[in-house]
């Protein structure tokens, strides 16, 4: 196991946290959370024996083997799919010394090695560094493409790749979404669920590290508690504390009943549709996460807009892309203020190329395009960020939008969204990724838009700052379309989802469980289309596609009452996490050992006995069931 005791950090002459004492067991998936700077990253570069701590010891056994992911990969000639194997170091050993054993024609080495290789599942490497890249997003035809032919992005996603191939018992994660689309993080959660080894995970996209996590160790005040449960968990007990403080009390009064007068009014129009009825109940939620995060140094909103025309923005038979291929076709659709539009679909079906026509930042191939002359848009997207001006401050950003104002009104402004004191009249070049895009939304909200469009606005914001912006966002009253791969964010504001997959644009009539299991159907049928010898071999006669069609409807037969079996045990595997949990928040209160409290105690030791044994056995029928759907596809 993980032992750390009284471990004091520095990094320089900056305290990180000190008397850090805790146990981390193994297969414990454990979230590491923290503010930005409170030695998240830090803790993982001890772990990884790159950094000694100041005082204490922290331990770990010797024969582990220790994952994590590469900030850096090299240019390289060696294809996609061999650098994604080199995770497999036992694999790689073993392959090193065939290769000897072979130049020295030992016949009694090979047979051992070759005996080694067998159990050590060795010929099964391949297909599954093929199933990793392919879960990430990467096609079939990308696996021989060299390493060097990648963007930044995507050699990242080849470093997660070959972190997850590693036969590890501890696997180390910062900020692995950072990278992903909506659909890759889905696949990771996944998998990670299913990762038999011990995990922490650093995450600022709480739905993700919710679904995955048993455990909190959460850094703050130069202190590191472990807590049991998700994030939520962890959120209601830290709510639960911070009432006591009085200040932050009557600011979290205000929060709720802000958001409370929000649900109300949502209340008051919500419709029969499962996707109304899903975002009432995380508005609903939004009480005791606003509780766990009334210190937020993010206070920010948006002033109402200067106009609001009716509608803002129409589209009628639209065509979207470029001359030499059309990415989306026959779109309609108009926004009115009020409208808030969540966008999904696969990886490349054009939600990014449809912000940008929105944006009027690409014109359509056909069709009628009409935007009203009152529309003022607010447009956040990653490629701003390098749009600002590097040698200015955040006051010189503000100050070009508004020369009029006073410099503290600006200064307050910039204020609510975490720019303080010097931070101010710095310039904004050495800025992280997540102070750009703080400065950017800043910027953007200034403005009062009102239509907003925002692809991927979350990626570099931490836990804090997105809570802030969610709750901007849910008073907002312009129009919004937002793409994220943030499922909390898109739950809590958008009341309508559109589904961007082959060609089209349509309503989708689901929420975001919905949309993981068409993410997952979809998944099963690309690969049933790739495997069909109809399509290796190149025929396209009708026979061919009917017979296909047969095919891929039968195994769609056969995988649909594994999927229900599937998510029945998930369902039974949350029930039974949430029972454990309850029981050992129980046996954490130091009066249950106390004499009169015997034979409850007892009691409870039997119960968590037997619910361990029924979460084992659920979780055997989980991975089975999961063997199958995989046999089948």
């Given at each position: 196991?993980?032992?750390?005791?009284?471990?004091?950090?520095r990094r320089g002459p900056r305290l990180l946290f000190e008397g850090a004492t805790f146990m981390i067991h193994p297969g414990q998936k454990v979230g590491l959370t923290g503010a930005n700077g409170t030695g998240k990253s830090s803790l993982f570069a001890m772990l990884r024996h790159e950094l000694q701590p100041d005082s204490g010891e922290a331990s770990?056994?010797?024969?582990?083997?220790?994952?994590?992911?590469?900030?850096?990969?090299?240019?390289?000639?060696?294809?996609?799919?061999?650098?994604?194997?080199?995770?497999?170091?036992?694999?790689?050993?073993?392959?090193?010394?065939?290769?000897?054993?072979?130049?020295?024609?030992?016949?009694?080495?090979?047979?051992?090695?070759?005996?080694?290789?067998?159990?050590?599942?060795?010929?099964?490497?391949?297909?599954?560094?093929?199933?990793?890249?392919?879960?990430?997003?990467?096609?079939?035809?990308?696996?021989?493409?060299?390493?060097?032919?990648?963007?930044?992005?995507?050699?990242?996603?080849?470093?997660?790749?070959?972190?997850?191939?590693?036969?590890?018992?501890?696997?180390?994660?910062?900020?692995?979404?950072?990278?992903?689309?909506?659909?890759?993080?889905?696949?990771?959660?996944?998998?990670?669920?299913?990762?038999?080894?011990?995990?922490?995970?650093?995450?600022?996209?709480?739905?993700?590290?919710?679904?995955?996590?048993?455990?909190?160790?959460?850094?703050?005040?130069?202190?590191?508690?472990?807590?049991?449960?998700?994030?939520?968990?962890?959120?209601?007990?830290?709510?639960?504390?911070?009432?006591?403080?009085?200040?932050?009390?009557?600011?979290?009064?205000?929060?709720?009943?802000?958001?409370?007068?929000?649900?109300?009014?949502?209340?008051?129009?919500?419709?029969?549709?499962?996707?109304?009825?899903?975002?009432?109940?995380?508005?609903?939620?939004?009480?005791?996460?606003?509780?766990?995060?009334?210190?937020?140094?993010?206070?920010?909103?948006?002033?109402?807009?200067?106009?609001?025309?009716?509608?803002?923005?129409?589209?009628e038979e639209v065509a979207i892309g470029y001359p030499a291929r059309v990415i989306i076709d026959k779109l309609s659709i108009s926004l009115a203020p009020g409208d808030r539009i969540g966008l999904l679909g696969p990886n490349g079906a054009g939600k990014s190329t449809l912000i940008k026509l929105l944006a009027n930042e690409l014109a359509p191939l056909?069709?009628?395009?009409?935007?009203?002359?009152?529309?003022?848009?607010?447009?956040?997207?990653?490629?701003?960020?390098?749009?600002?001006?590097?040698?200015?401050?955040?006051?010189?950003?503000?100050?070009?939008?508004?020369?009029?104002?006073?410099?503290?009104?600006?200064?307050?402004?910039?204020?609510?969204?975490?720019?303080?004191?010097?931070?101010?009249?710095?310039?904004?070049?050495?800025?992280?990724?997540?102070?750009?895009?703080?400065?950017?939304?800043?910027?953007?909200?200034?403005?009062?838009?009102?239509?907003?469009?925002?692809?991927?606005?979350?990626?570099?914001?931490?836990?804090?700052?997105?809570?802030?912006?969610?709750?901007?966002?849910?008073?907002?009253?312009?129009?919004?379309?937002?793409?994220?791969?943030?499922?909390?964010?898109?739950?809590?504001?958008?009341?309508?989802?559109?589904?961007?997959?082959?060609?089209?644009?349509?309503?989708?009539?689901?929420?975001?469980?919905?949309?993981?299991?068409?993410?997952?159907?979809?998944?099963?049928?690309?690969?049933?289309?790739?495997?069909?010898?109809?399509?290796?071999?190149?025929?396209?006669?009708?026979?061919?596609?009917?017979?296909?069609?047969?095919?891929?409807?039968?195994?769609?037969?056969?995988?649909?009452?594994?999927?229900?079996?599937?998510?029945?045990?998930?369902?039974?595997?949350?029930?039974?996490?949430?029972?454990?949990?309850?029981?050992?928040?129980?046996?954490?209160?130091?009066?249950?050992?106390?004499?009169?409290?015997?034979?409850?105690?007892?009691?409870?030791?039997?119960?968590?006995?037997?619910?361990?044994?029924?979460?084992?056995?659920?979780?055997?029928?989980?991975?089975?069931?999961?063997?199958?759907?995989?046999?089948?596809?």
């Open positions: 196991m993980i032992a750390f005791e009284n471990v004091s950090l770990i056994p010797r024969q582990w083997v220790v994952a994590h992911v590469a900030q850096e990969t090299p240019g390289v000639d060696r294809s996609a799919i061999d650098y994604v194997m080199d995770g497999d170091t036992e694999f790689r050993q073993i392959q090193a010394q065939l290769k000897q054993a072979e130049a020295e024609d030992d016949g009694t080495r090979l047979g051992l090695l070759h005996a080694q290789l067998e159990a050590a599942d060795g010929y099964n490497t391949r297909p599954r560094a093929a199933k990793l890249m392919a879960g990430l997003g990467f096609t079939a035809s990308q696996e021989d493409e060299p390493v060097k032919s990648f963007s930044g992005g995507w050699r990242m996603r080849l470093n997660l790749a070959q972190a997850l191939m590693c036969r590890s018992d501890l696997l180390l994660l910062d900020e692995p979404t950072n990278h992903l689309d909506l659909d890759a993080v889905i696949w990771l959660e996944e998998w990670l669920r299913s990762y038999p080894g011990t995990l922490m995970l650093i995450s600022h996209d709480r739905t993700f590290i919710d679904g995955i996590v048993q455990h909190i160790a959460h850094i703050e005040h130069q202190k590191i508690d472990l807590y049991n449960g998700n994030y939520s968990a962890f959120e209601l007990m830290r709510a639960e504390k911070l009432a006591q403080q009085q200040a932050a009390y009557e600011q979290q009064q205000r929060e709720v009943a802000h958001i409370r007068s929000y649900v109300d009014r949502f209340r008051a129009k919500a419709s029969k549709a499962r996707q109304a009825q899903s975002r009432l109940k995380a508005l609903e939620r939004m009480e005791v996460i606003s509780a766990a995060h009334v210190d937020s140094p993010f206070h920010f909103s948006f002033r109402p807009p200067e106009k609001a025309p009716h509608p803002l923005l129409t589209l056909k069709g009628r395009y009409e935007m009203s002359t009152e529309i003022k848009i607010g447009y956040f997207a990653q490629h701003q960020l390098e749009q600002l001006h590097i040698d200015e401050t955040p006051l010189n950003h503000l100050q070009r939008l508004d020369a009029r104002a006073s410099e503290q009104a600006l200064r307050n402004w910039l204020g609510g969204f975490g720019f303080r004191g010097e931070r101010v009249d710095e310039a904004v070049a050495p800025f992280s990724g997540g102070e750009k895009a703080r400065l950017v939304l800043a910027l953007l909200v200034y403005q009062r838009p009102n239509i907003i469009l925002l692809d991927e606005p979350t990626n570099h914001l931490d836990l804090e700052m997105r809570h802030a912006l969610t709750v901007a966002l849910q008073a907002f009253e312009g129009a919004m379309v937002v793409v994220s791969h943030d499922r909390s964010l898109l739950e809590s504001v958008a009341d309508k989802l559109l589904l961007v997959a082959d060609g089209r644009v349509t309503d989708f009539d689901g929420d975001m469980a919905d949309y993981a299991r068409w993410l997952a159907v979809r998944r099963v049928e690309n690969q049933s289309a790739e495997r069909s010898p109809f399509v290796d071999a190149g025929e396209n006669s009708a026979a061919a596609k009917k017979e296909r069609r047969r095919l891929e409807a039968e195994k769609r037969k056969q995988i649909q009452p594994l999927k229900r079996k599937q998510q029945s045990l998930e369902k039974r595997m949350d029930e039974l996490n949430t029972e454990k949990e309850r029981i050992e928040q129980q046996l954490a209160d130091s009066s249950i050992y106390e004499s009169s409290a015997k034979d409850q105690l007892k009691q409870l030791l039997l119960r968590q006995g037997d619910i361990q044994q029924l979460l084992d056995e659920t979780e055997e029928q989980w991975l089975q069931t999961g063997e199958e759907i995989d046999a089948v596809s």
